[in-house]
């Protein structure tokens, strides 16, 4: 007799098709917290409304029991049907009272209330209200909250909830309460509470119509030294909403709160923002230029959403991107805005390439809008945040910044404090700008990232120049045959022989399946500059050779365009090395040397310019990746532009972008970059004076940023220098969750051969835990990017991520869900690898108890 567990029912499918307004809708809650780490109360009067139908009232739980039930002040009949409270009622409106016991330290999921770090608090998006609270916990049921707290006087000083504080006292056995109104009415997933003991760094900002708004951060009293830069951010962000979209702040009160255990980035609570502590927390010995951005970049995400999301939110979860991929492009906007627009569009478009690309050409990928889902924590996704903003960057293009303005106030004054959809977005940007977007829609159902391949002829004599373009896009799962979406590409012309632009940029929109755009008055022989600044989210197939992208990289004068000249040359080379073709490294030695050469350009735009692609970049864009054939050719085409430049050389330039002293203004920052990116360059082939190079830059450094770029160069050499610099590294920051998720990381992305062995004994460190998501992300998730290491060729590292995500599985399937994906990979690599990641996919599902996310994910993965 086996005694295998039996497979649990596969999970139920929710669709889009399947929507139905809410039959009951609830416009008021009172909610009344009897707080503790292991057992709290949460008492709940529901007033509720019939809306349409004729069916009881469903509530949902996340598997706890009611411990009484009432409507109208009365017992009332009752029944579960699974996790949901069902309650017959005759009128068509009641007062319904439930009342139920949790358990906040014993919840390892991070959803719901839970425990951290001595705090109580919540994450309730997107379903983690029903876990609090028997409740109708989706997005359309719009709530205006009352909220009581009570709790240990001494254990929890600070108490904070949604909206603004109206009352507070003392109990008489030393426990105190706090009561919290939010006059805007919200749906459950923005209900947000924090119990504990809190320092606060206060300080205040005044909108544009003179209201005053109180801003807090709040953290461990340690930590309020590390929050000055998230409230810089912040009043940045206030500032730019009121000046760029018109919108301004609504409540007198503005808190964040940070917590050391979070799923996610952070989240936009109305009124009330919790982030995980690493977008908060910074000062340059602990933080690196990326953290800082990083910070800046997340404060006004969350900030942002209080418009697009919390005053508009979505009508069901299908309609994620409405409020994610618009928040995006505003956080990106504003980042653009506050530094380098340039540089960081590069990012942008690097993180999109490295995270959404491969989404789309895989297993798992889905529509901007999905269809359908079993969980849908899967679906906050690369393709409904970043190319979701994408689409939003796509319409702002074709309409212009003045259309684009009037067609988002249009988009808030019609849906302010309501639940509203794509097509919702898609109709204000029509009628506010004046478009037509039919086909556009089209951006919303494919999925699949469309290519297009363009050619110029030029008939020397005739004046004229023929740009023809043909897109494809190839099928997805459930999705065969794809219609031709508009693509709008910029467009310019260079002169090979004179050097300069032949003619204005145009704005071509691609709507069918081909098209030849002329151009007129084109005297000498035209080079191509097309995309640019990634105006559409396409790979662009192009016929331009290596000379060619080499004149683009000295002078294109779009610098997105410039940079991508310069990486399709190296990605050329090589491509072309992999595939046993020319790899002459030549044109590349010399593209860079004139970059690094050219005075008039940004220090921060070299180093990003002159960065080999990734690893995992130049694996997708072969038909099947032989991931050592890989980094041979690219530790090749990186030696040769150490040795084709000269040591001296790059030695020079390290040393020209050297500071004596540390700032934190752009300019600072790209000399860091390009400082640093020479010093990659100089470790390629771990000269002993390169390495002791590092090893002092490691040492003497004044900020993390420098200490770090050290660190990690280091960690992938062999020898008693890098084991010094981990030993002193893991000392000096020990108490230090943050940085130490650093030291971890580094050691994870070692290009070392044992890095597995190296990873597998990480994970038996006291540090280690995988209770703490961004330690699990620190070690796992950052080697299941290791190209060496998670590929290597025995099918070890694979192991190792499928036995640790198992494990992870049991305390927090969303965090454990998210490793599936590098493994889903196995179709796009060589046999023997791609028959061990499935046998390891394999082995996940057939683990006992699996989440619904792993099932999801891991299923899909191999169908
Ligand atoms: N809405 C938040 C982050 C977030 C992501 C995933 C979640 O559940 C699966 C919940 C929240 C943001 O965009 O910042
Ligand atoms: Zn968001």
Redesign the pocket.
């Known amino acids: 007799m086996s005694d295998a567990p039996l497979s649990p029912p596969a999970p139920i499918v929710v669709r889009r098709e399947d929507y139905r307004p809410p039959e009951w809708l609830v416009p008021e809650v009172a909610l009344d917290f009897d707080l503790d780490p292991a057992l709290t109360r949460v008492k709940a009067v529901l007033a509720v409304r019939r809306n349409a139908g004729d069916g009881p009232l469903r509530l949902d739980g996340g598997g706890q029991q009611p411990l009484a039930v009432r409507v109208d002040g009365a017992k009332a009949e009752w029944r579960m049907e699974g996790d949901q409270l069902v309650i017959p009622l005759a009128g068509e409106a009641h007062s319904v009272e439930t009342e139920v016991e949790i358990a906040p330290e014993t919840n390892t999921q991070l959803m719901g209330l839970y425990a951290s770090g001595g705090l109580l608090c919540t994450q309730c998006?997107?379903e983690g209200f029903r876990r609090i609270t028997f409740f109708p916990d989706r997005p359309d049921i719009l709530v205006r909250y009352q909220v009581k707290l009570t709790a240990d006087q001494r254990q929890f000083p600070v108490l904070l909830s949604n909206g603004d504080r109206v009352g507070a006292g003392m109990m008489p056995d030393g426990r105190h309460w706090a009561e919290w109104h939010d006059p805007f009415p919200k749906p459950g997933y923005l209900f947000a509470l924090v119990a504990g003991d809190l320092a606060v760094n206060r300080d205040s900002f005044t909108t544009m119509s003179g209201r005053v708004v109180e801003l807090g951060i709040w953290v461990a009293e340690a930590d309020l030294p590390r929050t000055g830069h998230a409230m810089a951010a912040l009043k940045a962000a206030m500032a730019w909403d009121e000046r760029v979209y018109g919108r301004e702040y609504d409540l007198d009160v503005f808190n964040i709160v940070a917590v050391a255990d979070f799923n996610?980035?952070?989240?936009?609570n109305k009124g009330l923002n919790i982030f995980n502590s690493r977008y908060i927390l910074a000062d340059p010995e602990t933080a690196t230029d990326a953290d800082f951005d990083a910070i800046a970049g997340v404060v006004a995400?969350?900030y942002f959403?209080n418009w697009s999301g919390d005053r508009v939110t979505c009508r069901d979860w299908f309609q994620l991107s409405l409020k994610?991929g618009f928040?995006v492009y505003r956080d990106q906007e504003f980042s653009a805005d506050m530094g380098s627009a340039a540089v960081k569009r590069i990012e942008d478009v690097r993180v999109l390439r490295a995270a959404q690309f491969p989404e789309d050409a895989g297993p798992l990928a889905h529509p901007v809008r999905p269809e359908s889902y079993m969980e849908i924590?899967n679906f906050?996704t690369a393709t409904v945040y970043n190319k979701g903003a994408e689409l939003i960057r796509m319409m702002a293009t074709m309409l212009g910044p003045e259309r684009f303005r009037a067609a988002t106030d249009l988009y808030f004054a019609r849906h302010d404090g309501t639940a509203a959809t794509c097509e919702d977005f898609v109709v204000a940007m029509e009628e506010g700008g004046g478009i037509d977007l039919s086909r556009f829609r089209l951006w919303y159902t494919q999925a699949g990232t469309p290519r297009v391949a363009a050619s110029l002829t030029h008939a020397p004599g005739s004046g004229k120049a023929v740009l023809r373009l043909a897109q494809t896009l190839p099928p997805t799962p459930g999705q065969p045959d794809k219609q031709p979406q508009p693509l709008p590409l910029r467009v310019a012309l260079f002169g090979e022989a004179s050097g300069a632009r032949l003619c204005d940029e145009r704005l071509v929109v691609l709507d069918e399946a081909q098209a030849e755009v002329v151009f007129d008055g084109i005297g000498e022989r035209p080079l191509l500059s097309i995309n640019r600044g990634f105006s559409a989210p396409v790979i662009v197939d192009t016929d331009r050779s290596a000379a060619e992208l080499a004149f683009l990289s000295a002078h294109d004068d779009d610098p997105f365009a410039r940079y991508e000249a310069m990486q399709q040359l190296m990605l050329d080379r090589l491509v072309a090395t992999v595939s046993g073709g020319d790899g002459d490294p030549a044109p590349v030695v010399a593209a860079v040397r004139a970059t690094i050469a050219d005075p008039t350009l940004d220090p921060a735009f070299v180093g990003e310019a002159i960065v080999l692609p990734s690893e995992a970049f130049i694996g997708d864009q072969l038909a099947s990746v032989d991931p050592d054939a890989v980094a041979r050719a690219r530790d090749g085409l990186r030696q040769a532009i150490l040795d084709g430049i000269g040591h001296g050389a790059w030695r020079a330039l390290w040393a020209a972008n050297r500071d004596n002293r540390y700032e934190l203004d752009p300019r600072a920052k790209g000399r860091r970059r390009l400082k640093n990116v020479a010093l990659g360059y100089l470790l390629a082939d771990e000269a002993p004076d390169a390495v002791a190079l590092a090893a002092d830059q490691y040492r003497y450094a004044d900020n993390m940023t420098d200490r770090l770029a050290a660190l990690q160069l280091l960690a992938s050499t062999r020898g008693a220098t890098r084991d010094a610099v981990l030993a002193d590294f893991h000392d000096r920051w020990a108490d230090n969750g943050l940085v130490l998720d650093k030291w971890f990381t580094a050691q994870a992305l070692s290009t070392r051969a044992d890095v597995v062995e190296l990873v597998e004994a990480l994970a038996r460190h006291p540090a280690f835990t995988l209770a703490n998501p961004n330690r699990a992300r620190a070690l796992i998730g950052a080697f299941a990017t290791n190209q060496r290491g998670f590929h290597a060729a025995d099918g070890r590292g694979y192991r190792f991520v499928a036995d640790m995500l198992i494990a992870l599985d049991r305390l927090n399937p969303?965090t454990a869900a998210r490793l599936v994906p590098p493994l889903g990979r196995w179709r796009r690599f060589e046999p023997g690898r791609a028959a061990l990641m499935k046998a390891q996919l394999e082995h996940i599902l057939a683990a006992p108890r699996l989440s619904k996310d792993v099932y999801e994910q891991a299923s899909k993965s191999l169908g």
């Open positions: 998006e997107a996610f980035g952070a989240m936009e995400h969350e959403h994610e928040t924590a906050y969303q």
